[in-house]
C-alpha cells in the first residue's frame, strides 16, 4: 500500500509541475503575441494614414521603455504638427520634402510626451507579472545595442506612408542620443525568470514571434 501510495503521490507531482510549465509557456507565447499584434496596428494604421485628432498624415508607432518594464504605449506621431519643420527631420525623406508636398508629415518619428497635441493613442499593461526584460535592435554599421547594456533607454518603432519600412530608433536617458537601428528585438520574461519569448521587428516590416536566442 505504502508504495502505491508512492507512486501516485510521485505521478500527481509530475502532472501538476507539467502543467504548471505548460500554462506558463502558453500564458509567456500569448502575451508575447500581442506585443506582436500591437506593432502590427500601428502598422495598419501608420501606413493607412488613419487622421489622428484634426492632424492628417501621422504616422504611427509603438514605444518601449526601460522605465515601464510591464507596459508600453501606440502612439500617434503629431508632432511637430507642421509637415516639412526642420524638426521632423528624423524621420527618413522629411528633409527632402516641402510642406506642400502631398507626402510631408507631421512627426519626428520619436514619441514625445509633451506634445500638444497629445501622441498618446493608447497604454498596453501586461498582467500576470510578464515583463518587457530588454529590447535590442543592430545599429548602421552593425553594432548590436540593447537597453540592458546603457545603450539606450526608449525604443520607438514607427510606420509611415509610402514606404513600408520600419522607422526604429534607439534613445538615450534624456533624449541626448539617438541611434538609428536597421530591426528591433522586444524581449519578454515570464514572472519567475525561467523562460522568454521575442517579438522581431524587420526594417522591411515583417513582425514576428520567435525564440529569444
Known amino acids: 500500500m505504502l508504495v502505491v501510495l508512492s507512486i501516485i503521490v510521485v505521478v ?3 502532472a501538476v509541475m507539467g502543467q504548471s510549465t505548460f500554462n506558463r509557456s502558453l500564458l509567456l507565447t500569448d502575451t508575447t503575441y500581442t506585443i506582436a499584434f500591437s506593432v502590427r496596428e500601428a502598422q495598419t494604421l501608420g501606413l493607412s494614414s488613419r487622421i489622428s485628432g484634426s492632424v492628417y498624415g ?4 509603438v514605444r518601449f ?9 501606440l502612439f500617434a506621431d503629431t508632432s511637430p504638427a ?3 519643420s526642420t524638426q521632423s ?3 527618413p525623406g522629411h528633409t527632402q520634402l516641402s510642406a506642400t508636398s502631398p507626402e ?3 512627426g519626428d518619428c520619436i514619441y514625445d ?4 497635441p497629445a501622441e498618446l493613442v493608447r497604454t498596453y499593461s501586461l498582467n500576470r507579472g510578464f515583463n518587457i526584460y530588454k529590447f535590442c535592435g543592430h545599429a ?8 540592458t547594456t546603457g545603450d539606450f533607454e526608449t525604443m520607438h518603432i514607427t510606420f509611415m506612408r509610402p514606404s513600408t519600412d520600419t522607422i526604429i530608433f534607439g534613445r538615450t536617458t534624456g533624449g541626448t542620443t539617438l541611434h538609428s537601428l536597421t530591426d528591433a528585438k522586444i524581449y519578454l520574461r515570464s514572472p519567475d525568470g525561467a523562460a522568454e519569448r521575442c517579438v522581431v521587428v524587420s526594417k522591411v516590416g515583417q513582425v514576428a514571434v520567435t525564440d529569444c536566442l
Request: charged share 0%.
Open 89 to 91: 527631420g528624423l524621420c
Open 104 to 106: 510631408a508629415h507631421p
Open 65 to 73: 521603455s526601460s522605465l515601464t518594464p510591464t507596459s508600453y504605449i
Open 82 to 84: 507642421s509637415p516639412g
Open 113 to 116: 510626451p509633451s506634445a500638444t
Open 140 to 147: 548602421i554599421g552593425g553594432a548590436l545595442l540593447c537597453s
Open 58 to 61: 501621422a504616422g504611427y508607432g
Open 12 to 14: 500527481t507531482l509530475i
